[in-house]
T-cell receptor, first 118, second 111 residues
C-alpha cells in the first residue's frame, strides 16, 4: 500500500477563519512532509517531520502551524491566512528520515487539498 | 544549492508522436525520481533511478540516469492523450531526505 490520504479535498476559508488540513499514511514511514504548490509550478517544501519531530521548517510564516500527533498522522493548522496562500497543499511521506545517509529517496504524495482563501 | 533544470517547460504534440524530457544539473544526485501529476491531484511516482547509466522501462516510457548521475531523461514512445499531465523530476541526496525538484514539463497530447 503506497497510499497517502488527505482531507479535505477542497477548502474555502476567510482570512479570519481557523481550519486544519489532515494527512494519513500507513506505510510505516517515519518522515512526513508538507508542500505548497502554485499553479504550473513544482511543489515547494514547507515542513519536514522525522520520527514525529519537526526537523525542517523552510521559513514558513507562523500562520501555518504543523502538528504530528503520531507516526501515521500529520496536520497543518491554518489561521489568519492571506489570499496569496491559496494553493494546492500536498502531504508526502518517505522511508528516509532527515539526516539519514543512504536509503531510498522516494517520497509518496497524497492527492492534495485545494485551498482558496477569500 | 542544487538545481535541476528541466526542459522543455511545455510540449504540445499529436497522438502517436515521440518525445523526450530532460533534467540536467551540475550537481550529483544519489537518485532521480520522475513523477506525473494531473490537474488538481498529487504527483504520482513513476520510477526511481539510482545507478549511473541505468535505464528503466515502464510500458511506453523509458527513463535514463546519466553516467555521472547529474542528468536524466524521460522518453515517451507513441504518446497517448492519457499521457497528458505535468512531469516532474526530483533529485535525492545521499545525506538527508529533501528532494530537489525540476521546474516541470507540461505535456499535452492531442487526439
Amino acid at each position: 500500500d503506497t497510499e497517502v490520504t488527505q482531507t479535505p479535498k477542497h477548502l474555502v476559508m476567510g482570512m479570519t477563519n481557523k481550519k486544519s488540513l489532515k494527512c494519513e499514511q500507513h506505510m510505516g514511514h517515519r518522515a512526513m512532509y508538507w508542500y505548497k504548490q502554485k499553479a504550473k509550478k513544482p511543489p515547494e517544501l514547507m515542513f519536514v517531520y522525522s520520527y514525529e519531530k519537526l526537523s525542517i521548517n523552510e521559513s514558513v510564516p507562523s500562520r501555518f502551524s504543523p502538528e504530528c500527533p503520531n507516526s501515521s498522522l500529520l496536520n497543518l493548522h491554518l489561521h489568519a491566512l492571506q489570499p496569496e496562500d491559496s494553493a494546492l497543499y500536498l502531504c508526502a511521506s518517505s522511508q528516509k528520515r532527515t539526516y539519514q545517509r543512504g536509503g531510498r529517496d522516494e517520497q509518496f504524495f497524497g492527492p492534495g487539498t485545494r485551498l482558496t482563501v477569500l | 544549492t542544487q538545481l535541476l533544470e528541466q526542459s522543455p517547460q511545455f510540449l504540445s504534440i499529436q497522438e502517436g508522436e515521440n518525445l523526450t524530457v530532460y533534467c540536467n544539473s551540475s550537481s550529483v544526485f544519489s537518485s532521480l525520481q520522475w513523477y506525473r501529476q494531473e490537474p488538481g491531484e498529487g504527483p504520482v511516482l513513476l520510477v526511481t533511478v539510482v545507478t549511473g547509466g541505468e535505464v528503466k522501462k515502464l510500458k511506453r516510457l523509458t527513463f535514463q540516469f546519466g553516467d555521472a548521475r547529474k542528468d536524466s531523461s524521460l522518453h515517451i514512445t507513441a504518446a497517448q492523450p492519457g499521457d497528458t499531465g505535468l512531469y516532474l523530476c526530483a533529485g535525492g541526496r545521499n545525506a538527508g531526505n529533501m528532494l530537489t525538484f525540476g521546474g516541470g514539463t507540461r505535456l499535452m497530447v492531442k487526439p
